[in-house]
């Protein structure tokens, strides 16, 4: 059965008729074009499809579209910085070298981006377990956690100090 949703995409005000059992990522990559968003497993395994919903990285290959009414959504072509330039994941991933093939990385940086959004902080380790939704084949995740700690990193393992990061909520509470 179809059914019209609206959603915001990307800042933007959309409103199609979907099939009740379209996943987000078909939803996002067929009709709107978003082909940022990766099937990789389709079987919420490998992160490949994440976007943020109100957000909080989802993947999208497990999220029904009609879920997705009246929600906001965002994809890697939606992602900026406060000017309009890169956001300071994409600027980190470059800087790092954190890609390779590409092929996770639209899912990495949105929940990269989800992270750093948070304004909280965290130890090498905990960014590692923050990131095991996500598969990669080609970079040997180091400088991907190089890049995270650019952005949300707390070098300082052993103060125990709470800055409002994993102390307070740890890798659950993102
Ligand atoms: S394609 Fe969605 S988790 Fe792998
Ligand atoms: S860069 Fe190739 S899968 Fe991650």
Redesign the pocket.
Known sequence: MIKVIRMTVNGQDTELGVDERESL?DTLRRRLGLTSV?????????????VLLDGKSV????YLSVWADGRGVLTVEGLTGENGGLHPIQQAFVDEAAIQCGFCTP?LVLTGAEIANSGKTYTREELRELIS?H?CRCTGYENILNALEKVAGRRDKDSGASDGGADDGGADDW
């Open positions: 990522a990766k099937k990789g497993c389709e079987a919420g395994e490998c992160g490949a499809c994440a993947n999208s290959c497990l899912g939704g598969l």
